[in-house]
Every structure is written in structure tokens, then in C-alpha cells.
């Protein structure tokens, strides 16, 4: 399991990759958080949040949940950590873009996320709950 400071360390790195425009809006940052974040349509402890974007009250911000990646991953070393975490953020990053140009149809990842949600609980024999 990789330390909070590398964890830290490798997300600051994977930031510094991207453009700095990219980041513009995006007032709340990139935070860090320890916690473990299971989606509210978890049908058991089977499924994680290792990034989030969200918008309140006009912040936008992205929190990377270390303690998830850490549920999930927890013999990574810090280049399969470096490899994971790079697509976490870029994903993130890639929802803030979208909600910044107002891209919401079907090519968005925001309905990508939908349609992977809905096959999750398909697969489960859930119901369609609210959407997360």
C-alpha cells in the first residue's frame, strides 16, 4: 500500500502532466481525501468511488479518495498506482470539461457513467435507482 505522501506526490505529478487550462473553473481544486466512498447504489461493498467531480454552490472540484484506491489496489506500487491514478484524474478532469461546455448527450461521460451504473445493477437484479 503506497503512503499518503506518495499518493499525494503522484497525484500533484499527474496534474503537472496536464495542461494548466484545463483546470481553469475548477475553484474547489483537486483535493486528497483518506475515506473509502462506496456509491449510494452499491448493492454491497463490491464497487468504489476512487475520484469524484462535483459542482456545489458554485465550486467545482474533484476529490481523489485514497482510501478506496487503497481498498482496491492495496499491493500497488507507486508505478501501477502512477498508471491507475492517471486515468482516475483524467477522467475527472474530462467530467469538468464537459460541465464547463454543457456537453451532456449520450457521447458525454457523464451518461457513460449512467449507462455503467445501469449494467452494474442490471448484473445485480437492482432496479433502476436514482441517478448518482
Same mark, same amino acid.
Given at each position: 500500500?503506497?503512503?499518503?505522501?506518495?499518493?499525494?506526490?503522484?497525484?500533484?505529478?499527474?496534474?503537472?502532466?496536464?495542461?494548466?487550462?484545463?483546470?481553469?473553473?475548477?475553484?474547489?481544486?483537486?483535493?486528497?481525501?483518506?475515506?473509502?466512498? &462506496?456509491? !449510494?447504489?452499491?448493492?454491497?461493498?463490491?464497487?468504489?468511488?476512487?475520484? %469524484?467531480?462535483?459542482?456545489? *454552490? =458554485?465550486?467545482?472540484?474533484?476529490?481523489?479518495?485514497?482510501?478506496?484506491?487503497?481498498?482496491?489496489?492495496?499491493?500497488?506500487?507507486?508505478?501501477?498506482?502512477?498508471?491507475?491514478?492517471?486515468?482516475?484524474?483524467?477522467?475527472?478532469?474530462?467530467?469538468?470539461?464537459?460541465?464547463?461546455?454543457? &456537453?451532456? !448527450?449520450?457521447?458525454?461521460?457523464?451518461?457513460?457513467?449512467?449507462?455503467? %451504473?445501469?449494467?452494474?445493477? *442490471? =448484473?445485480?437484479?437492482?432496479?433502476?435507482?436514482?441517478?448518482?
Amino acid at each position: 500500500m503506497i503512503s499518503l505522501e506518495a499518493y499525494n506526490e503522484i497525484i500533484s505529478e499527474l496534474m503537472d502532466e496536464l495542461p494548466e487550462e484545463f483546470f481553469q473553473g475548477l475553484s474547489g481544486g483537486v483535493v486528497v481525501s483518506e475515506t473509502t466512498a &462506496i456509491p !449510494d447504489y452499491a448493492q454491497g461493498n463490491d464497487i468504489y468511488t476512487l475520484g %469524484k467531480y462535483q459542482v456545489f *454552490s =458554485r465550486v467545482r472540484q474533484i476529490t481523489m479518495f485514497k482510501g478506496s484506491f487503497d481498498r482496491v489496489y492495496p499491493r500497488a506500487e507507486e508505478e501501477e498506482a502512477r498508471t491507475i491514478l492517471r486515468g482516475v484524474l483524467r477522467h475527472e478532469i474530462r467530467h469538468h470539461l464537459e460541465s464547463l461546455g454543457g &456537453i451532456h !448527450d449520450d457521447s458525454s461521460l457523464e451518461a457513460a457513467d449512467e449507462r455503467d %451504473k445501469r449494467a452494474y445493477l *442490471s =448484473r445485480h437484479g437492482a432496479p433502476d435507482g436514482p441517478s448518482a
